[in-house]
């Protein structure tokens, strides 16, 4: 337990109904009791823990406000420290005043991520736990949100847990035959040791092709909308934004410019990009904007390449289709609700999608065609997903210790060198937990927290 006790506003400054004081550290009752004075006349240290008092806060000037403090006791805290939590009404200015009473009766205030920070230390949760709260505060999207709680529910960490299971047992075994030779123990047996090396294996690699779909439907994917002049993608902008973001005419040429919003289809956010319609221009307006949106395409994650399926596929239309392939790309067949004259064979083996974005005729199979271009159709909100690079960069150096560790038992690898890799395994896989991790790391991680969190 930290000799510091620590306060902040847990709650965003602004009109609110209440706003709330955290303090957590072993002096957190009594330096509440210094500014809180109860109804009852009773103090927060003489109250059980769990409980509540009516009263009020005051400071050197009298009374603050009305208050109500609740008495959390260590260990059962979400710091593992003594804990009170004092809600007043939530304007700026009274919840600023409580925590001015609150630092000056001896309390200091929290670093940023500090209260998570302590939870963390005082093994109230593991650090995959930890990381996972920014997600929860931050979730802009159900599917966000739903990835965040499983997260800090304990779905990755178990996950982890039987990774590191038959890791351990693995070590166990080659520990016992280097460090004990004069006990007789025989060889070891390559194919239990190999059984369970390759189950480690085939659960990071598992966690590791997740992860960018987690991340997608956490951060969202760079779309660019991408076509030739009046072929509807401006159309198509307006109508994955619910609201007019594009000038829609029947000029060719009219959008010169990249207009950008988020908009959420399905579950999967996209930072959406419509740009200028692909074409040869004199002029140079035009020209600059052609360039940018040939730019944002190199730059894209994902292609929405709209054609005007009304019309015969031009050679201008085989040479941009040929310009998006090295793109996760979707082909839309636009203004389809005029007769399509589109065969598959112009986009064989390419997710193709027919609609109308004028009438929004087949938005649902766009949807579809999304989730599946970006592999979180299968991705459960259950899944025991890695949420953040630090996580995902140690489950690789994890599995690349274990793939090394399977080739060198089967190659005649004596133990002792095999056991090198597997504790690098161990190591790295000890650090994504927080089981075995620097204080710099630590730092850095709820460094990215906000304060009062």
Do not use: W
């Not at 000038?247 to 040429?253: F, K, L």
């Not at 991705?379 to 560790?405: G, K, M, T, Y």
């Amino acid at each position: 337990m930290s000799e510091r006790t620590i306060a902040a506003i847990a709650t965003p400054l602004g009109e609110a109904s209440i706003g709330v004081i955290r303090i957590s550290g072993e002096d957190a009752f009594i330096i509440a009791d210094k500014i809180f004075k109860g109804v009852s006349g009773k103090k927060i240290a003489e109250i059980d823990g769990y409980t509540a008092l009516f009263g009020e806060v005051q400071n050197d000037d009298g009374r603050i406000d009305e208050a109500v403090a609740l008495k959390f006791v260590s260990p059962k805290s979400y710091t593992g420290e003594n804990v009170v939590e004092i809600s007043v009404h939530g304007g700026t200015l009274m919840v600023k005043e409580t925590l001015r009473a609150v630092l000056k009766s001896g309390a200091v205030l929290a670093a940023p991520g500090e209260f998570t920070k302590r939870a963390f230390l005082n093994g109230k949760l593991d650090l995959v736990k930890a990381e996972s709260v920014m997600g929860l505060i931050k979730a802009r999207s159900l599917s966000e949100l739903k990835i965040s709680r499983s997260v800090h529910g304990g779905a990755t960490s178990k996950q982890l847990e039987a990774i590191e299971k038959n890791i351990v047992s693995a070590a166990a075994s080659i520990a016992a035959y280097c460090d004990y030779p004069e006990e007789d123990l025989g060889e070891i047996n390559e194919d239990t040791f190999i059984k369970e090396l390759t189950a480690v294996s085939n659960s990071l690699k598992k966690m590791l092709n997740e992860y960018d779909a987690g991340k997608i439907l956490r951060e969202g994917i760079e779309t660019v909308i991408i076509g030739r002049p009046n072929v509807g993608k401006s159309t198509l902008m307006n109508l994955l934004s619910g609201q007019t973001r594009s000038i829609v005419t029947d000029v060719a040429g009219t959008t010169r410019d990249i207009i950008e919003d988020t908009v959420m289809l399905g579950d999967v956010p996209l930072n959406l990009a419509d740009t200028a319609g692909i074409r040869e221009s004199a002029d140079v307006v035009e020209k600059v904007g052609v360039d940018l949106a040939r730019q944002k395409l190199s730059n894209s994650q994902l292609v929405l390449a709209v054609f005007d399926a009304s019309d015969k596929p031009s050679r201008k239309d085989i040479e941009l289709l040929e310009e998006c392939k090295d793109k996760p790309l979707i082909v839309i067949l636009n203004k389809c609700d005029k007769n399509c004259k589109y065969t598959e064979a112009f986009s064989k083996d390419i997710e193709t999608v027919k609609m109308s974005a004028k009438s929004g005729e087949g938005i649902e199979a766009l949807r579809d065609a999304v989730a599946r271009v970006t592999r979180t159709e299968q991705l459960s909100p259950d899944s025991a997903i890695l949420v953040s690079e630090r996580q995902r960069q140690l489950a690789e150096n994890a599995l690349v210790s274990i793939d090394e560790a399977i080739y060198g038992i089967k190659s005649g690898v004596t133990p002792d060198a095999v056991g090198v890799c597997v504790d690098q395994a161990l190591n790295s896989l000890y650090e994504l937990t927080g089981k075995r991790v620097t204080e710099t790391v630590t730092e850095e991680i709820f460094s990215k927290f906000c304060v009062g969190k």
